[in-house]
């Protein structure tokens, strides 16, 4: 895992878009999200336990497992939503980017490679995509089955209560 504001510069959102600037492992527990690298997939079964999840899915993000859908997928991974669960992304295989929004609305991009998981707050915008090697496999974990959609971004997202919270909690 590595953790870096994202440069804002034209490309291809899979390029790296390293700004240089490092984000520190404290500024994203202030933000809500937690890091951990479980090599073996019972730690996570554990930590699904204890957090109360039910249920999950694993999903393959490549051109070989998804043919010709695969350009569209990365492209609707990539706008800008909120789920109003907090959510567990586990790397089974591969590797890729989450951005998040930090405090002041800029993006913090945060590299994932195999075995790496993450856990996201309820209401924080973020977008994903998979790197130039294009083949990101993730586990998902949600807590719950009703509230899997991602909210795209928009008037509705800025009001939505989970986000309010969000923005509480986090003293934003
Ligand atoms: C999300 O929450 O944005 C996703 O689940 C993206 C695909 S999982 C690597
Ligand atoms: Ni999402």
Do not use: C
């Not at 699904?48 to 350009?71: C, F, H, M, Q, W």
């Amino acid at each position: 895992m590595k953790a870096y504001w994202y440069d804002n510069l034209p490309g291809d959102q899979r390029e790296a878009h390293d700004s240089g600037r490092e984000v520190s492992p404290e500024y994203l527990a202030e933000l809500g999200i937690v890091h951990f690298n479980y090599p073996s997939v019972e730690d996570v079964d554990s930590l699904a336990k204890d957090r109360g999840y039910k249920n999950r899915d694993v999903i393959t993000i490549s051109p070989d497992a998804l043919g010709p859908v695969y350009e569209d997928k990365v492209k609707t991974f990539f706008h800008e939503h909120i789920h109003e669960d907090e959510e567990i992304r586990y790397i089974v295989d591969g590797s890729g980017y989450f951005d998040v929004r930090d405090k002041g609305d800029d993006w913090v991009r945060i590299r994932l490679e195999k075995h790496d998981l993450m856990i996201m707050p309820a209401g924080i915008y973020h977008r994903f995509t998979t790197d130039e090697k294009n083949y990101t496999k993730a586990m998902r974990l949600f807590q719950d089955d009703p509230k899997w959609t991602p909210l795209n971004r928009g008037t509705e997202t800025d009001t939505n209560e989970h986000r309010k919270a969000y923005l509480t909690a986090r003293g934003i």
